[in-house]
């Protein structure tokens, strides 16, 4: 069966600090891999997908940053942190078709001080 | 565009009695798919159900149900005898061609049930 890792569970860095979120999916090969931001008030916002290694699409324009360095890792990095990078931060896998159901790791909370 | 609305930010019920979350969306693509995911005060989304635009049979899979219209525009979906245990937040999101790979995603409902 498949399952999904996400590392660390909980963070809190300083404002201006680097981040670094990992994230791996085992029992499949080749998965589209999602990042997505849930800030306070629940709405959950795509951060970056990707369909294939060193392929990534950003959703928005932000501090952050995506990788795919191997076909079942993805990373979300930032440079310097800021205040509005605080939030839940949860990883994604679907295979197949991009309309098949999307499954989603435990998550990251992130709190910038 | 597209776009989800889950009107009802919270619901509170007492255990044992039926509840209905609503989920309205727009989109203008003939094919797309709707879905719902519980999130639990745990934090990770659960995947409840999947259903696209040319099945428009209602489901029902032990407490749980969901109410398709396409006339409507709606993708409702019910508890029958709430426990204490389907307290979480409900999402129903939508995923279109006209979206690009995104998924979107309602802003929730918070379902909390009481003894």
């Known amino acids: 069966s498949q399952t999904i890792h996400q590392w660390p569970a909980t963070l809190v860095q300083p404002v201006g600090s680097p981040l670094s979120l990992e994230c791996t999916v085992e029992g499949t090969s080749n998965p589209n891999l999602y990042w997505y931001r849930q800030a306070a008030g629940r709405g959950l916002q795509l951060l970056f997908y990707?369909?294939?290694?060193?392929?990534i699409s950003s959703e928005v324009p932000q501090n952050l940053s995506a990788s795919r360095p191997q076909d079942r890792q993805f990373i979300l990095s930032s440079k310097k942190l800021l205040l509005s990078d605080s939030g839940f931060y949860l990883c994604a896998w679907s295979v197949g078709g991009l309309y098949n159901e999307q499954f989603f790791g435990p998550g990251t909370r992130l709190t910038v001080l | 565009a597209q776009k989800v609305t889950q009107a009802q930010t919270e619901i509170s019920v007492v255990e044992k009695e039926d509840v209905t979350l609503d989920c309205v969306y727009e989109t203008r693509d003939t094919t797309y798919y709707l879905f719902w995911y519980k999130q639990p005060p745990s934090g990770e989304l659960v995947f409840l159900i999947r259903?696209?635009?040319?099945?428009?049979q209602n489901e029902i899979s032990g407490r749980y149900s969901w109410n398709f219209q396409k006339s409507t525009s709606s993708f409702n979906f019910t508890i029958t005898a709430s426990q204490v245990v389907d307290s979480a937040v409900y999402f129903c999101?939508?995923?279109?061609?006209?979206?690009?790979?995104?998924?979107?995603f309602g802003t929730g409902t918070q379902l909390k049930v009481e003894l």
């Open positions: 990707s369909v294939g290694i060193g392929q």
């Open positions: 999101a939508l995923k279109a061609a006209g979206g690009g790979n995104k998924l979107t």
């Open positions: 259903r696209n635009s040319f099945d428009e």
